[in-house]
């Protein structure tokens, strides 16, 4: 099963916004609405940030939103941050349980 | 509190087995499924397998199928994922992590680094 494809790298001042797409197939998002979004810092453990295409877990700040549209799922962060300066990983279920993204570094201007 | 603490990485040479070990505390892996996703350097997230709570079996990433196999010890609240015939493809940071309740991966450890190298 192939990956889901993201964008290697995005960047953002401060106070702006980002968004992250990612784009997969009949076999995962266009058929499921189980779409989730990591945060990874380096060294650190993965953080749940969104699930099931647009839900914030508690915790999570609102700057945080996603959405899908087709074959294709967003990952929108806005008022950037300096902390949100990390790779972010899309992921859905799959045909064979879960597939992922290829992830994307942010960059924080 | 959840904690998932993965252990038994480490170098090992073509070919030869591993077994890596993730202990769960603040809840019960006899409710919750728990996958392992690796991350090779340089590179992103992989699915690797999933231990299904319910039924009590793995399913495997097609880069790993015959080669790697979940299993589970209750009374130690842990699961293992026994790694044979690895090769320099297998090289990554593990991770184990917990499945969601929204077919999502809702807490994960830090990880345990297997680097297979002659």
């Known amino acids: 099963q192939s990956a889901l494809t993201q964008p290697a790298s995005v960047s953002g001042s401060p106070g702006q916004s980002i968004t992250i797409s990612c784009t997969g197939t009949?076999?995962?998002?266009?058929?499921?609405?189980?779409v989730s979004w990591y945060q990874h810092h380096p060294g650190k453990a993965p953080k749940l940030i969104i699930y099931?295409?647009?839900n914030r877990p508690s915790g999570v700040p609102n700057r945080y939103s996603g959405s899908r549209s087709g074959n294709t799922a967003s990952l929108t962060i806005s008022g950037l941050q300096a902390e949100d300066e990390a790779d972010y990983y899309c992921?859905?279920?799959?045909?064979?349980?879960?597939?992922f993204g290829g992830g994307t570094k942010l960059t924080v201007l | 509190q959840v904690q998932l603490v993965e252990s038994g990485g480490g170098v090992v040479q073509p070919g030869r087995s591993l077994r890596l070990s993730c202990a769960a505390s603040?809840?019960?892996?006899?409710?919750?499924?728990m996958h392992w996703v690796r991350q090779a350097p340089g590179k992103g997230l992989e699915w690797v397998s999933f231990f299904s709570a319910e039924e009590a079996r793995g399913f495997y990433a097609d880069s790993v199928k015959g080669r790697f196999t979940l299993s589970r010890d209750k009374s130690k609240n842990t699961v293992y994922l026994e790694m044979n015939s690895l090769g320099v493809e297998d090289t990554a940071l593990y991770f184990c992590?917990?499945?969601?309740?929204?077919?999502?991966?809702?807490?994960w450890g830090q990880g345990t680094l297997v680097t297979v190298s002659s």
């Open positions: 099931e295409v647009n």
């Open positions: 009949r076999s995962d998002i266009v058929n499921y609405n189980y």
């Open positions: 992921s859905s279920k799959g045909s064979i349980i879960r597939v």
């Open positions: 603040g809840f019960n892996l006899n409710v919750f499924g």
């Open positions: 992590a917990r499945d969601g309740p929204h077919w999502d991966v809702d807490w």
